[in-house]
């Protein structure tokens, strides 16, 4: 049977103490990325306005993230017991869905505990006085039917609806299995909704690894990657005095990958052709031990500024260049390497950009592959004859990758023996990240040699 707006709730006498302080922060970023905020920076803002302490951030990221990645599938459980879904205000339905989130996410909050907290966030809506009631009820009538029957209601969703299942845009999805196949596809949105890894990079060039570990909780190494720090506990960075001083910077271990691809010597001449927000580019610094010629390019000229700043706050030395790659003019002559870290749909990245999947567009995806191969042509004609040149993005769209690369018809040298256990199934030589396989976010990774 479904719920109407005109339902008498079991408890019409809902609580009259505020939400908790976590979901009114977790409500305030839905509310933000209805207006077309980012989720992080809407988390930042918010959490900055409530001043709140590190463990009610932790929960509204959680419970803010959660329900912005599954939103298809939560409207779809909404929609599935509302007599006039069409009617649901749009605040109450974000309230809905975090309600319904923390139901289906099993995390160890009680169905009555978390439906008695959405109604005490709908009762606390701003609007027309002697509406509470009824949106109290509203949202109490219909995530009790939510919590009665949604696991039920999940399990009988058809298998080969996977987009459904995991709160994926059909478009994506569909390009998922055609370039990973069914089973790596359905594992890689499984990954996708769940948090990622925490992991930094130590900025040799501010010191050794030693003189921050004392300021991180504790980490793992990667046996590839000396650089890298896998945080194993919740860790708010930018407030760390390590941070402020250069001497760390959040990066993944995926994405840390193409610069050691490059592997940048001391006196080369060194391009990052898309350059911001500055994490490959301060890595090649590192890698040469501050001795490079380094060249940044970058289109925007707000992003530009911010990697000047980046750059400076690492001691990483380098020539900001604003333009765009495909054809801004380039000081001096040849490069002895050139890392393409080319724009991309960021299929790889979705568990840490969690708005990211509703905002791409299939309609984008075939001017997106015209820039990636732009850049790639012009990487191809500034390396010098024998230099080294690493494609990189963080996709696992094959169109946006294998199809990328082949098409520029130059040479593919073999990562597999430095990288092992990371090879494309379609491309040999290069590599291709898998989050449910290697850990670490989805990325691809080519490196050619110049002409």
């Not at 921050?212 to 793992?220: G, R, S, V, Y």
């Not at 040469?288 to 706050?313: C, F, K, S, Y």
């Not at 090879?423 to 490196?447: C, K, W, Y």
């Amino acid at each position: 049977m479904a719920v109407s707006s005109r339902s008498r709730p079991r408890n019409p006498r809902a609580p009259r103490a505020q939400a908790s302080p976590a979901r009114r922060i977790a409500l305030g970023v839905l509310r933000r990325v209805d207006d077309g905020a980012y989720a992080d920076r809407a988390l930042t803002a918010e959490c900055a306005r409530a001043r709140v302490n590190p463990r009610d951030r932790q929960q509204a990221q959680r419970l803010a993230y959660g329900a912005v990645q599954m939103r298809r599938l939560l409207d779809w459980l909404i929609d599935g017991v509302a007599e006039r879904p069409d009617r649901i205000e749009p605040e109450v339905r974000d309230v809905l869905r975090l309600g319904a989130y923390e139901i289906i996410s099993s995390d160890g909050t009680p169905d009555f505990a978390a439906v008695n907290e959405a109604a005490t966030l709908a009762r606390s809506l701003p609007g027309p006085r002697g509406k509470e009631s009824a949106r109290a009820g509203l949202v109490n009538a219909i995530l009790r039917r939510i919590a009665d029957d949604s696991k039920a209601r999940i399990a009988a969703i058809d298998p080969a609806d996977t987009a459904l299942r995991h709160s994926f845009p059909d478009w994506i999805a569909r390009g998922l299995v055609e370039s990973l196949g069914p089973a790596d596809a359905e594992a890689v949105m499984a990954a996708a909704n769940v948090a990622p890894e925490s992991a930094v990079r130590c900025n040799t060039l501010r010191g050794p690894r030693e003189d921050i570990e004392a300021e991180l909780p504790p980490w793992l190494p990667d046996p590839l990657i000396p650089e890298a720090m896998v945080l194993q506990a919740p860790f708010a960075l930018e407030d760390c005095t390590a941070w402020a001083e250069g001497r760390v910077m959040a990066q993944s271990r995926a994405s840390m990958i193409p610069a050691r691809a490059l592997m940048p010597q001391p006196g080369e001449r060194v391009l990052d052709l898309c350059a911001a927000p500055g994490a490959k580019a301060t890595q090649l610094a590192a890698l040469a031990g501050g001795e490079a010629d380094i060249v940044a390019v970058e289109l925007h000229p707000a992003r530009a500024r911010a990697l000047r700043d980046t750059a400076r706050r690492m001691g990483a030395t380098m020539t900001v260049v604003e333009g765009d790659g495909r054809e801004v003019a380039l000081p001096g002559g040849p490069f002895d390497a050139v890392l393409v870290d080319a724009p991309c749909t960021g299929t790889g990245v979705l568990a840490s950009r969690p708005d990211a999947r509703w905002r791409r567009r299939e309609e984008a995806l075939a001017p997106l592959v015209e820039i990636q191969r732009g850049l790639l042509a012009r990487a191809l004609e500034v390396v010098r004859p024998g230099g080294r040149l690493v494609y990189s993005t963080c996709s696992l769209l094959r169109q946006e990758d294998e199809d990328v690369v082949q098409a520029s018809g130059a040479e593919v040298d073999d990562l597999s023996g430095e990288f092992p256990h990371m090879a494309s199934p379609h491309l040999p030589g290069a590599l291709r990240l898998l989050p449910h396989v290697h850990g670490t976010d989805g990325f691809f990774v080519a490196r050619l040699r110049g002409r």
